[in-house]
């Protein structure tokens, strides 16, 4: 345990400064289109996270958004929301047998299609929730879903290519 704790700090710091250097200071399509690729360190918790735990990290995650965004509480919120949903989606893709101890929600370990729903359903949800708190109208609903579908596309596919690029396959 203490050995995946010291391996995922830095990881996290990794994914939060590129977030907050690199990626929040793009302007797709206007500022219409933002991957969230912080969302990771969340993602990738192991599957025997306590629900608790989760909930703590997605506030300290949302916290460091927030304030890096000037943004009061939409990260935190929306971190907190993917924390609270993230053990309903992994039930519903687990596999027959259940997840392996010691195994990680990553693309070389859970293959391309549970990664793709697991991934994609938490970033919908993630993001709609996001961009629903910014706007709080109605009447933008149509602009946010795009938003959300675009951002999410975004956001999936920079999560493939850092799964495909940084980790590597771990079974035998």
Same mark, same amino acid.
Request: aromatic letters at 12%; a positive charge.
């Given at each position: 345990?203490?050995? =995946?704790? =010291? ?12 977030? %907050? ?27 025997? =996270? ?50 392996? %101890? ?12 549970? !990664?793709?729903? !697991? ?54």
């Amino acid at each position: 345990m203490l050995r =995946t704790a =010291t391996s995922d700090i830095p990881r996290a710091i990794l994914l939060l400064l590129v977030q %907050i250097l690199v990626l929040n200071q793009l302007d797709l399509f206007n500022g219409f289109v933002l991957p969230y690729l912080y969302i990771l360190v969340l993602l990738l918790l192991p599957f025997e =996270t306590k629900k608790g735990v989760q909930l703590i990290l997605g506030l300290a995650v949302g916290s460091i958004m927030d304030v890096f965004s000037n943004t009061p509480g939409m990260h935190i919120s929306a971190c907190l929301v993917l924390c609270f949903i993230r053990p309903g989606i992994l039930r519903m893709i687990s596999p027959r047998d259940g997840y392996e %101890i010691g195994t990680k929600p990553v693309l070389s370990d859970m293959g391309w299609q549970w !990664y793709f729903l !697991y991934a994609g359903a938490i970033t919908l949800v993630h993001h709609l929730w996001l961009f629903s708190i910014e706007v709080m109208r109605f009447n933008l609903m149509p602009s946010v879903l795009l938003r959300t579908l675009l951002s999410s596309l975004a956001t999936i596919i920079l999560l493939f290519l850092v799964q495909l690029l940084f980790f590597r396959t771990s079974k035998k």
